[in-house]
């Protein structure tokens, strides 16, 4: 099975541990994974903006990296979720129709279609705050929303509950957003950081040494907040946990 | 006041908190229920958006100034937060939940794709009831019939209840300058007139201000205690102060939370039973319903009537569920069936489902951005998540900034009991907005800018080559305004010896 390893930019730039463990991860369970050179970015920041035409050149070119692979994954819900549900810049070939039905998040590329037994080279003894970020929880339906009433699952909880060591902390605010929201989190900084610093003292609170999300761009925007107001936690993406990090 | 007579002295002591818990529990009661807050120094109310003609109002400037106000962001956000939990609660003691919404909004769908059919058959039993039915187009139409019946009847004084439809209407504004006087019935509503500001939530109006601030809003205007904050003194004083006023009134007003086309009747939820004072006392009774309000049959009711106040405040019904029929003996009842606006928002294909709102408010209660901002940053009649997939159909120039006011989490079209795709909408209002060249040039330059480079690996490759490259550059098209937005209140992402791209290069370059 051949993979396209999609690593969105800001993972790129900022977190390369990141994309590293993924395609680690997905080497391990010995898939053929590829990592397309000419990928850039999604387009998410223009369309998120309300700025759609000025995607079809960004959307054109990640169905060009990533049309032929069974599947595309990546270690960012919102990205995914993007491809899926919002990628309509361009005309909806077959190919493009494709892609996007492809493309999976690393949570549920492993939970839904891997459906590991065991992690057995991953042990992390630490506290952690599971945050799902609102792309996986409510549109890629990682979890059951406490919005809704329905049975309740979890299929970040599933995957870490396989890691040895794991104490698991439950902040009063589960669901709450944490304030990245994309573009928001610069439109409106000052309601996006005080949503930052109320989820990491939420957490802190509750007891966490770590938070673990699989959107690097919520935990980018959480460090940041954690670290302007003090707050010492440390944060970390559930596919490096799975990949076997020890701290 | 402070010595008047009053109904009930034993309340008017301050400190006496046995007093109220004597006989008991405390009112478990809608928002009774909300936790009290004791602020501990008397912090300044944050006042709402800064309104500019038809300038884009800026909900960030002004939600800032609330989040500036500790003990009122505080407060705003314990409280509404308090009330989703009670929703949750509520969701939980009810099996079939989720059929329910699925049930509301389907019967909410099917009447708006028939709505000329039922609003004609509500009209026609309506009539048949003995009750005036008026037709209004806009906002001005309505407020112009209201003040025609008023003068037919000689009105000096008007009693109504709580009303977003009137809101939207500026209604008291215009019956303030007809010279017909207009007293709020609604205790929350009274405190927002008596304030000269805007409702900041459709159902909890006054839930911005901390009780400090109402004292100040009493002293200044009905003459109570500037130090007495006691949330029972201020209720019984408002009580005192505005029950002479109902019962010495010419006209009652209220609006309608459902008219039912098979009935001709109409439906009226308040916890205070101030919409039934307001009908009933006065001998004229004239009732402003939005043309959305109608639904077919009776048996509807109940679908509507177990969903709203479990939305709203997280109790199992309103105290009061009142139907209104028709005229009393020797009264006159009076509709006016309000369009302004919903025809046309009806023929929007990707908005007309805001149509099936019931202001139940719960997506302002669980709207993490709402909670924290307060509803008057967004200088609008509907603050919150319902809001900025509204306003935009009144004004899309002046609300062109607020579906921009979201993180587009989705909470909201979680909890609403009518299933409607609330932040699909508010996502598909920024794509509408730029359309319409609602958005500044600046912002408009920088996605193009960032669209061509996205879409060309070689440049985007040099832009971002090293890690401190891209963070001294990727914020060009991450951020559109120039500004260091994201520095001022956090720290940026420490960048890192290499990318994963270079790193990939090393690592596992033969393969591509």
Excluded at chain 2, 4 to 26: Q, T
Excluded at chain 2, 148 to 155: E, M, T
Excluded at chain 2, 288 to 296: A, F, L, Q, Y
Excluded at chain 2, 358 to 384: E, F
Aim: net charge negative; aromatic share 8%.
């Amino acid at each position: 099975m051949r993979i396209g390893l999609f690593v969105p930019c800001y993972i790129d730039a900022f977190f390369p541990e990141v994309g590293i463990a993924t395609l680690e991860l997905l080497e391990r369970f010995g898939y053929d994974v590829v990592y397309p050179r000419a990928q850039t970015c999604c387009g998410q920041p223009m369309a998120n903006s309300g700025f759609n035409a000025d995607c079809a050149d960004t959307e054109a070119l990640f169905v060009r990296n990533f049309s032929g692979f069974d599947y595309i994954v990546a270690p960012s819900g919102s990205c995914v979720q993007h491809v899926r549900d919002n990628f309509d810049a361009i005309e909806q070939t077959d190919d493009v129709k494709r892609v996007r039905a492809r493309t999976f998040e690393i949570v549920e590329f492993l939970h839904d279609i891997v459906k590991p037994d065991a992690f057995p080279w991953a042990r992390f003894p630490h506290r952690i705050g599971l945050h799902n970020s609102c792309g996986t929880l409510r549109r890629l339906k990682h979890a059951a929303p406490s919005e809704l009433r329905e049975a309740p699952f979890s299929k970040p909880m599933d995957l870490l509950s396989k890691v040895a060591g794991i104490e698991f902390v439950v902040p009063a605010r589960p669901d709450e957003c944490c304030g990245f929201g994309g573009t928001f989190s610069v439109f409106e900084e000052v309601v996006s950081t005080k949503m930052g610093y109320d989820k990491v003292s939420d957490h802190a609170r509750a007891g966490a040494e770590y938070i673990v999300s699989a959107d690097t761009s919520c935990l980018m925007h959480q460090q940041g907040c954690a670290e302007r107001i003090g707050v010492p936690l440390k944060f970390i993406h559930i596919a490096q946990i799975l990949n076997g990090a020890s701290a | 006041m402070s010595n008047g007579k009053v109904l009930h002295p034993e309340l008017l002591a301050p400190d006496d908190r046995d007093s109220i818990y004597r006989r008991g529990r405390r009112l478990d009661h809608a928002g009774g229920a909300s936790q009290p807050l004791r602020a501990s120094t008397l912090e300044k109310q944050p006042r709402g958006a800064k309104v500019h003609g038809n300038r884009p109002i800026d909900q960030a400037e002004a939600a800032a100034r609330f989040i500036a106000a500790p003990e009122h962001e505080k407060m705003h956000d314990e409280r509404l937060w308090d009330l989703r939990q009670k929703r949750d609660r509520q969701m939980h003691g009810i099996p079939e939940w989720e059929e329910l919404r699925a049930l509301a909004s389907a019967i909410k769908e099917h009447t708006l794709t028939h709505l000329d059919d039922y609003l004609e058959e509500f009209e026609t039993n309506a009539r048949a009831n003995g009750t005036h039915v008026h037709w209004a187009r806009d906002a001005a139409d309505h407020n112009r019939i209201v003040h025609d019946i008023l003068r037919d009847h000689g009105a000096r004084t008007l009693i109504k209840s709580k009303s977003m439809l009137t809101e939207e209407c500026g209604f008291r504004a215009y019956m303030a300058a007809a010279g017909i006087e207009v007293i709020e019935t609604d205790l929350g509503e009274r405190i927002q007139q008596l304030d000269n500001e805007d409702p900041s939530h459709v159902v909890v109006p006054a839930v911005h201000k901390l009780r400090t601030d109402v004292a100040e809003v009493f002293a200044r205007t009905i003459g109570t205690d500037p130090d007495n904050s006691d949330v029972h003194y201020l209720a019984e004083s408002e009580r005192e102060s505005n029950r002479p006023l109902i019962l010495a009134a010419d006209a009652g007003m209220t609006g309608a939370n459902f008219a039912v086309a098979e009935t001709g009747t109409f439906v009226v939820c308040t916890n205070e039973g101030n919409a039934d004072l307001s009908a009933n006392v006065p001998k004229l009774h004239i009732a402003s319903i939005g043309i959305e309000k109608v639904i077919p049959h009776l048996e509807h009711l109940a679908v509507f009537v177990r969903l709203l106040s479990r939305s709203a405040l997280g109790s199992p019904i309103t105290q009061y569920t009142s139907h209104f029929r028709g005229p009393r003996e020797g009264g006159e009842m009076h509709i006016v069936l309000v369009d302004n606006g919903r025809s046309e928002r009806l023929g929007l294909e990707e908005f007309w489902t805001s149509l099936k709102c019931i202001r139940c408010g719960a997506c302002m209660n669980t709207c993490p951005v709402y909670r924290r901002s307060g509803g008057l940053s967004y200088g609008a009649t509907y603050s919150g998540p319902i809001g900025l997939i509204i306003d935009p159909t009144f004004n899309a120039r002046k609300y062109s900034n607020l579906p921009f006011s979201s993180t587009l989490n989705g909470s909201c079209s979680n909890v609403c009991p009518v299933k409607i795709n609330i932040h699909e909408q508010i996502y598909a209002w920024r794509r509408e907005l730029v359309k319409q060249h609602e958005t500044p040039f600046v912002k408009k330059a920088a996605m193009k800018a960032a669209g061509e480079l996205l879409s060309h690996p070689a440049a985007y490759r040099a832009a971002i080559a090293t890690a401190d490259f891209a963070l001294a550059h990727l914020p060009r098209f991450v951020i559109y305004n120039g500004l260091n937005a994201w520095g001022k209140h956090r720290e940026v992402p420490h960048p890192p010896k290499q990318t994963f791209h270079s790193w990939h290069q090393s690592n596992r370059g033969e393969k591509t």
